[in-house]
């Protein structure tokens, strides 16, 4: 199937042998699980989950499920994933070994809150922004 033409993640799973359509749906559990709030959708042709921005994405490679928590997700669980191969932004998860459901449970829940926390300082930043503005427009000078 043409990755730009896959609607959504049950089609996506869909598209694989049975072996590997368990294992994608219990990725996909697990990370629902974990993040009940995100949204979830097919982009870059993968499975996307999306909370306050990108929070993770996992799809089927030839040798492996690839999980895609994003550099900070990596790099905060590196030592965790000491037995993966790794990428900047990704984990292999080889189709020869059991998935550690945990640990993507683990990295799912604190790109959670890495989200929710880069969000909340975007809106405070903007908030002090729009003080300062409204202080100059004012004639005065806002200090933080």
Request: proline share 6%; no cysteine.
């Amino acid at each position: 199937m043409d990755p730009k033409t896959i609607p959504d993640v049950d089609a996506y799973i869909a598209q694989y042998p049975p072996d590997i359509q368990a294992r994608l749906r219990a990725m996909r559990q697990t990370i629902k699980a974990n993040a009940p709030e995100a949204a979830e959708k097919i982009s870059w042709g993968m499975a996307t989950y999306v909370q306050q921005g990108n929070l993770v994405h996992f799809a089927a490679q030839k040798h492996h499920i690839g999980f895609y928590p994003g550099a900070s997700g990596v790099e905060a669980f590196a030592g965790k994933f000491a037995g993966f191969k790794t990428t900047k932004g990704g984990i292999q998860l080889p189709n020869s070994q059991p998935l550690p459901l945990n640990l993507v449970a683990e990295v799912v829940r604190w790109r959670v809150e890495e989200n929710t926390r880069l969000a909340a300082e975007k809106a405070q930043a903007k908030r002090e922004k729009a003080a300062r503005a409204r202080a100059e427009a004012r004639g005065g000078v806002h200090k933080k």
